[in-house]
């Protein structure tokens, strides 16, 4: 076994975990999906990058690293996504979209009109990488590669709400259109878009309703709630 040099690395100070805790609630708390952005608001790219580089920190199964992040500023590379989200995204609502999701999306009141992609300061696309090749040129499979790339995912989300950057998770299926705008090999699969910005003047949020602390944890034995059965 090596060294452990992280351990070495991290440094406790007196600043207390409940301290650092109840910090990073209040600087997070505020965090809300937006689809309008401001065009004009530009983030810092190094602020893009340090919320890389803590996603890049994320567990992943046997420490394979299944993440490729593309970090996209490029106004003409972004309308060129834009208009191929647009086309999927049509499709989508007017052919693939079963009813019951299209139901459950009206509260969003969200359509195939993608203004996000073109107005966000930067668009983050997260690939995961189903296998990886080895020196022989060899498919090797990766272990939990979803689920790693959705840790690294959340990462990152953290990390940008800390830093005051909005963001909008985008989700357009299918997704094979970034690999080809992008340039990316198809054995990296594009898991989401992250718009990342500021908001617009105008943004609007929806009205959601959120759970409450008790609803979405629970401590040694869960209580079981009553539920109406339905018939
Ligand atoms: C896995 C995932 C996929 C999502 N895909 C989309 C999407 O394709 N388009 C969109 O407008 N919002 C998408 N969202 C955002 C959700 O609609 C949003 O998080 C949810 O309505 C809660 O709102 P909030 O983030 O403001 O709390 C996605 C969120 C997640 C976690």
New binding site residues.
Partial sequence: MDILDNVAEFQEDEISALQRSRHILDRTLWR??I?QFDPQRKVDTHVIENAIRVAMKSPSGANQEPWLFGVIDCPDLKIKIRRAAEVVETNFYDNLAPIEMLDALKL?N?NSDKAHLEDASHLVVIFSEIYSLNHSNEKQKNYYSKESVCIATGMLISALTYSGIWT?????QPAGFLNQILNVEPRLKPV?ILACGYPAQDLK??N?NKKEFNDVCFFNIHKKTERIQQT
């Fill in positions: 809300r999906s689809r969003l969200t909008l998770t985008h989700t357009p989401l949020l929806p959601l």
